[in-house]
């Protein structure tokens, strides 16, 4: 079955850097896109950054745009997110998500981590 495993969230002071990971197993990884999605307190889940099956096309949003990157590895099944000059208000949990192929589109999250930023 499908498995996303992320880890790497924290506790950091503003301005400093996080790499979140996510391992998936459970499909072929190499074959589809992957995102990164947030969720903070009281708020709506937010589409944070995506990388397409080969990694050679990335996407972001606006508010993370030039301070996050996305990258991948699929010898690894594994894919990354840098975070850089954190603020306050990226404090949330993060999602790992890929949409897989089963005869119809199935999404799939992964259990999350929470980032926390905070002096």
């Known amino acids: 079955q499908v498995q996303l495993v992320e880890s790497g969230g924290g506790l950091v002071q503003p301005g400093g850097s996080l790499r979140l990971s996510c391992a998936a197993s459970g499909f072929t990884f190499s074959t589809y896109a992957m995102s990164w999605y947030r969720q903070a307190p009281g708020k709506e889940r937010e589409l944070v950054a995506g990388i397409s099956s080969t990694g050679s096309s990335t996407d972001y949003a606006a508010s993370v745009k030039g301070r996050f990157t996305i990258s991948r590895d699929n010898a690894k099944k594994t894919v990354y997110l840098q975070m850089n000059s954190l603020k306050v208000e990226d404090t949330a949990v993060y999602y790992c998500?890929?949409?897989?192929?089963?005869?119809?589109?199935?999404?799939?999250w992964g259990q999350g981590t929470q980032v926390t930023v905070s002096s």
């Open positions: 998500k890929t949409r897989v192929w089963s005869g119809y589109w199935l999404d799939y």
